[in-house]
């Protein structure tokens, strides 16, 4: 959120050339202390800052200095334009489309990157995945609570959380919120929300304790397995775990060894490969594996 907020500010001063701390206090919701050390931070990073006093003082650049592409290497610049490519993904702001072009306008090199690299992170329902990452921004931008029906493991449900922030990861986005069912953090994945609507009550920002911000603690099953999967199904493989994930036995068959801290995606990982696939061990996965196996052919027989 800093570094955020230091951006805005320089954002601010080549908008508006001066401006004062206490109109910066109320832009960004902070006290004038924390802006007079930002302005400090901004300085040390090399960018001069001036200071006025009296009546028409303020905050401004130095008059001479110039903020342009040159301070970014091309390296610096790819990997701002490959992230805002992901985010324009998810996402149906103009202004990130207007950054780009920011960045890449004039640098031919810089501005080929765009056609070259092609980042989507949207999931097939990308429309209402955007509505809920915009809603959710703006929801821990403002501190305003939100209320959704999730569809879980166990049925589906109506929740309440204090949001906290958005993340891109396992290959989908969740919001790790404070939920005021469970009284606790919790991590829920966008997908599954339905009805999602930010509702007229402000929250007061509580401390993450660390073992909660380590979003794999939310995944706790532990389980060590040891797999055998058939030839055919090595690419797979090799596209989620490696060339390296896997021993090739003298039946040709593949022997594959992992942990795994989410039982129900190890289950629906395993029967995706269906035949393909034997599990060795730990014995009690087998046996669960093989009721469900059961409970599949009894579906079908008795239609």
Not at 49 to 67: R, S
Request: aromatic content about 12%; hydrophobic content about 40%; overall charge neutral.
């Amino acid at each position: 959120m800093k570094l955020d907020r230091l951006l805005g500010i320089l954002t601010v001063l080549l908008q508006k050339e001066k401006v004062t701390a206490p109109y910066l206090a109320r832009k960004f919701e902070v006290s004038r202390r924390t802006i007079n050390r930002d302005i400090e931070d901004i300085c040390k990073a090399g960018i001069p800052l001036v200071t006025m006093q009296g009546a028409n003082g303020g905050i401004t650049i130095a008059e001479g200095y110039k903020i342009d592409k040159n301070l970014f290497t091309y390296e610096e610049l790819e990997n701002i334009i490959i992230g805002l490519n992901g985010i324009k993904s998810v996402t149906k702001s103009v202004n990130v489309e207007q950054l780009i072009d920011k960045f890449s306008v004039k640098n031919e090199s810089v501005n080929s990157i765009k056609d070259n690299i092609i980042i989507d992170l949207a999931s097939f329902y990308k429309g209402s995945l955007s509505e809920k990452i915009s809603l959710l921004k703006d929801a821990i931008r403002t501190k305003y609570k939100v209320t959704f029906r999730y569809f879980g493991a166990n049925g589906d449900s109506i929740r309440q959380i204090e949001p906290y922030y958005i993340t891109f990861k396992w290959s989908s986005w969740y919001v790790l919120g404070y939920c005021l069912v469970r009284n606790d953090f919790r991590l829920f994945k966008l997908n599954r929300m339905a009805e999602l609507n930010i509702i007229n009550e402000t929250y007061v920002p509580r401390e993450i304790p660390v073992e909660k911000e380590d979003l794999d603690n939310y995944f706790l099953d532990n389980i060590n397995v040891t797999v055998l999967f058939d030839e055919s199904v090595k690419y797979r493989l090799v596209d989620a775990y490696g060339v390296d994930s896997f021993i090739t036995q003298k039946d040709g068959r593949l022997l594959f060894q992992s942990n795994f801290t989410n039982k129900q995606f190890l289950i629906d990982w395993l029967f995706s490969f269906a035949d393909k696939v034997e599990v060795v061990e730990p014995q009690e996965l087998k046996e669960e594996i093989t009721k469900i196996a059961k409970n599949i052919i009894y579906l079908y027989e008795k239609t």
